[in-house]
């Protein structure tokens, strides 16, 4: 599988926002948006891109893109079972990338960003339900349980984030079981849980062309 090597803060500086892709580098002033906050590349300060409603539709899905850590393929086909699924198109576009394992591991506090959640699942450090998964994009239902693997509580990286984010509390779609290291998906979250920067609609009219 295609994996995205550059540098990540390059992709904040595309979008004009912290996308939060780096963990708790992200909050200090190391941060890439605090200390150039213009586009990358060498004409990138002063660049003068007029906006088009094509331009505003194609930067919005590039951010989902980024945030959640997908390549374009890989988003193209979220959206595509999205569209055929029962509901509001965009809002269940939302919720089947807030259901993919690593990022129920990244909300749970396991990992400090969601490359970092990606990770650990590929190594098979997590569970479902008590069974070894190493697949990222797996869809956590609610009822199943995710959590790291007895040989895997003990990882350095998982004390580390589990320190950082302490007192940060986790979705209310989640619930966190500090002793036993695991979670539980409590409901399909609903748009307004979802918090993160993204106009869904603008995604769906993009697609829909």
Same mark, same amino acid.
């Given at each position: ?70 390549l374009e393929r890989q988003f193209r086909l979220t959206f595509e079972k999205a569209a055929v699924t029962k509901g509001v198109t965009g809002e269940v576009l939302l919720q089947m990338l807030e259901r993919r394992l690593d990022n129920v591991i990244y909300r749970l506090g396991f990992a400090p960003s969601r490359s970092a959640a990606r990770q650990l699942v590929r190594h098979g ?22 959590? %790291? ?5 003990? =990882? ?7 320190? #950082? /984010?302490?007192?940060?509390? &986790? @979705?209310?779609? %989640? ?5 036993? =290291? ?7 979250? #609903? /748009?307004?849980?979802?918090? &993160? @920067? ?12």
């Amino acid at each position: 599988m295609a994996v995205y090597h550059e540098a990540r803060c390059r992709l904040c500086r595309r979008e004009g926002m912290k996308l939060y892709l780096k963990g708790q580098r992200c909050f200090t002033d190391k941060c890439a948006i605090e200390r150039r906050a213009y586009a990358p590349g060498e004409h990138g300060k002063n660049r003068r891109v007029k906006e088009t409603n094509y331009g505003v539709q194609l930067r919005e899905k590039q951010k989902a893109r980024r945030i959640y850590g997908l390549l374009e393929r890989q988003f193209r086909l979220t959206f595509e079972k999205a569209a055929v699924t029962k509901g509001v198109t965009g809002e269940v576009l939302l919720q089947m990338l807030e259901r993919r394992l690593d990022n129920v591991i990244y909300r749970l506090g396991f990992a400090p960003s969601r490359s970092a959640a990606r990770q650990l699942v590929r190594h098979g450090h997590v569970s479902v339900n008590g069974k070894r998964v190493d697949i990222p994009s797996v869809q956590v239902h609610p009822g199943d349980e995710v959590g %790291l693997r007895e040989k895997s509580r003990n =990882l350095t990286a998982v004390a580390s984030s589990l320190e #950082s /984010r302490k007192g940060q509390s &986790v @979705p209310e779609w %989640l619930e966190f079981n500090a002793s036993a =290291l695991s979670g539980r998906m409590l409901n399909i979250p #609903s /748009r307004q849980s979802v918090q &993160v @920067p993204i106009n869904e609609q603008l995604i769906v009219e993009l697609y829909s062309k």
